[in-house]
């Protein structure tokens, strides 16, 4: 059952921490398509505002946009290879603010996966990991 909490075709982790930070303005999981210039919008409506936008991105959203890049391709385990959607977002939102020159724009790309691998569990972890299960147990129990 543990093995579902880091599949990432699921929003899940990123749900719950986006929840926990309080400072998330979008999140992108894979239950949920989205279009480039649904985001681009957004940001240009927030920013002038706001003068900030964090945006966590799940590890398995977005793939459609990179099918026909990867075509399929699967690792050594046999699990679908996924494309860096992460990259390829900051990449797209550096290039449309220096071309529209709307606004200067700085962004900072920041992949936590090697931190949160490596760090050593503590009691609140396993705690909150307990909690994570039962709940997707309680909710496939539903489906």
């Not at 990867?70 to 797209?92: H, P, Q």
């Not at 790309?109 to 972890?125: E, H, K």
Request: net charge neutral; with cysteine; glycine share 6%.
């Amino acid at each position: 059952m543990s093995s579902a909490l880091s599949d990432p075709c699921l929003g899940f982790i990123a749900l719950w921490a986006s929840l926990a930070s309080s400072d998330v303005n979008l999140l992108l999981i894979p239950e949920k398509a989205f279009k480039l210039d649904m985001i681009l919008r957004l940001l240009e409506e927030r920013l002038p505002e706001r003068n900030h936008c964090v945006i966590v991105v799940s590890e398995g959203a977005g793939q459609d946009i990179f099918t026909e890049a990867i075509g399929g391709a699967t690792d050594a385990s046999g699990n679908a290879k996924f494309g860096d959607v992460g990259k390829w977002l900051s990449t797209e939102i550096g290039n449309h603010f220096k071309k529209t020159k709307s606004m200067p724009v700085t962004i900072k790309y920041i992949d936590p996966s090697y931190t949160i691998r490596s760090a050593r569990a503590n009691a609140t972890d396993s705690v909150f990991a307990v909690s994570l299960a039962v709940s997707i147990y309680i909710h496939s129990l539903r489906m």
